[in-house]
């Protein structure tokens, strides 16, 4: 599988599956810029368990009403829609 394929199939960049690639010690065939990365199974794994930095959801968690109304935090919930995030945290306020 080459990196092209592998950033296709886990939704990324290809810069950062040939960064990722030179960073954790994946073989490669040729010099500078015309490297060739040789994957493995194991190799493209560990990529796919990786941390995705754009991944991590923010400490300030979405607040919302006793019905469940979004009243801060509409932008994080649509960006969590966005991007799969099934669970996000919720700060719930009476209506007091």
């Not at 941390?51 to 400490?59: A, I, M, Q, T, Y």
Request: with cysteine.
């Amino acid at each position: 599988m080459t990196s092209e394929e592998i950033a296709a199939k886990y939704q990324c960049n290809p810069s950062t599956v040939r960064n990722w690639a030179a960073v954790n010690g994946v073989a490669y065939i040729g010099t500078g810029t015309r490297k060739t990365y040789t994957w493995t199974e194991a190799d493209i794994e560990r990529f796919a368990k990786r941390e995705k930095p754009g991944r991590r959801w923010p400490e300030k968690p979405i607040t919302v009403n006793e019905e469940n109304t979004v009243i801060d935090g509409h932008a994080r919930l649509e960006a969590a829609k966005k991007i799969g995030i099934k669970k996000i945290p919720v700060d719930r306020k009476g209506d007091n």
